[in-house]
């Protein structure tokens, strides 16, 4: 069965950092392209970052760019999101996501990131 | 950027009614970017739909997608009491990777 289980969400001052996790397992982590998706009441859901398998290929929103690192070790079975100069806007649910062919199709659970002075 | 709108943005049905929803897209997008996704409260989207019509693994057959251009629906044949949720969709781009829409939400007449 595929699991992801994000972790590292918690509250924190503007321009603070947080690194999130995802712990991968039920499938070959090293075979698959990951993403990080976050979900706020005021903006939906939202596509941050992709990370190709072998974590040579990288993108992200513009929102987030120069901010936001995506990373990955494919040995932990791990993806992380490194987060700096956090905002009040940054605050939601954040996913972390498998990508199959053109749709992420295996979400974890989320962590709650909350932004707050 | 692809701008994806859904409509309804509430749709109030009974269980064993036909539920459809919309997804109309800001330019044509290929049907093999296109899907959907169910989310409960408190859980992940969960994928329905990929490709505009393929269903993915352990979906029911129930649920439908089609469409193409700029204009792709989401069918629920009939539907059972643990359907009502929202729907998001969502295409494949290139900046950003992924849109998704507005969300419908699917409520319990």
């Known amino acids: 069965e595929v699991q992801l289980v994000e972790s590292g969400g918690g509250l924190l001052q503007p321009g603070g950092s947080l690194r999130l996790s995802c712990a991968a397992s039920?499938?070959?982590?090293?075979?698959?392209?990951m993403n990080w998706v976050r979900q706020s009441p005021g903006k939906g859901l939202e596509w941050l970052s992709y990370?190709?398998?072998?974590?040579?290929?990288?993108y992200y929103a513009d929102s987030v760019k120069g901010r936001f690192t995506i990373s990955r070790d494919n040995a932990k079975n791990s993806l992380y999101l490194q987060m700096n100069s956090l905002r009040v806007e940054d605050s939601a649910v954040y996913y972390c996501?498998?990508?199959?062919?053109?749709?992420?199709?295996?979400w974890g659970q989320g962590t709650l990131v909350t932004v707050s002075s | 950027e692809i701008v994806l709108t859904q409509s309804p943005g509430t749709l109030s049905l009974s269980p064993g009614e036909r539920a459809t929803l919309s997804c109309r897209a800001s330019?044509?997008?290929?049907?093999?970017?296109l899907a959907w996704y169910q989310q409960k409260p408190g859980q992940a989207p969960r994928l329905l739909i990929y490709?505009?019509?393929t269903r993915a693994t352990g979906i029911p057959d129930r649920f439908s997608g089609s469409g193409s251009g700029t204009d792709f629906t989401l069918t629920i044949s009939r539907l059972e009491p643990e359907d009502f949720a929202v729907y998001y969709c969502?295409?494949?781009?290139?900046?950003?990777?992924?849109?998704f829409g507005q969300g419908t939400k699917l409520e319990i007449k």
């Open positions: 996501a498998r990508a199959a062919l053109v749709s992420p199709d295996y």
């Open positions: 039920g499938f070959t982590f090293s075979t698959y392209s």
């Open positions: 990370i190709s398998s072998s974590g040579t290929t990288i």
């Open positions: 330019q044509s997008v290929s049907s093999f970017y």
């Open positions: 490709g505009a019509s």
């Open positions: 969502q295409v494949y781009g290139s900046s950003p990777m992924y849109t």
